[in-house]
């Protein structure tokens, strides 16, 4: 199941809009760059975790927070570039941390994603499952707000994101690899694209033949 909602969201002045992996994201380069989500009354992860985002590193060096989610002075979660590998960690509330790590490359986009259903935390990469790695509990509750791209210890990611992607639930598979589908308008053609001369009144007949170029993680349309 899906939990949809938009929630406010502010970002650093110098944080600049860039082509993304669908119309535009937001590029992170200066060191105070940022996006954040307010905490909001129904950011409660007690019953499960999913992250979402399109991304493109520039590069892989030192620790980059994807998203994160402020917990005194730790994180409740963390979706991170870390030691040239993508790591996802939750914090639980008997203090235990459950983590999993996954090969990513740079300079490429990508789709990541993270979900932990209270037994097991789990990577995606393009839609695809990861890592995984066991641990049962409940994430640690946290007042902070949702940081995205950086964070208060100045980890920032160096690159693009776009499309983030939140549920208060752990998203299944299908889902996770639904919201890798990039949707592109159809290509309606005419077939002939000129006819000869035609009298008025004199019916002509056409082929027409609409293209979908979505990509291949979309559903069926209707057109």
Known sequence: ???????????????????????????????????????????????????????KANSLGGTQSIVRKRFDGNSSFTLAIDDKKLTFVVRLTNGKLVGVTAAIKADRLTHVAATYDGQRAQLYIDGALAAKANGAGKIAPGAGPILIGNDADGRQFKGMIDEIWLNTLAAPADVVKGLTCIRKPPVATLSPAMTPATPPNTPVAFDLAVTNPSGASCPADQF
Not at 14 to 38: E, F, N, W
């Open 1 to 55: 199941p899906r939990r949809r909602s938009r929630k406010p969201a502010q970002r650093a002045v110098s944080v600049a809009c860039v082509p993304g992996a669908s119309v535009q994201g937001v590029k992170l380069a200066g060191k105070d760059d940022i996006v954040y989500a307010p905490d909001q009354p129904d950011f409660i992860f007690d019953q499960g975790l999913t992250i979402a985002a399109w991304i």
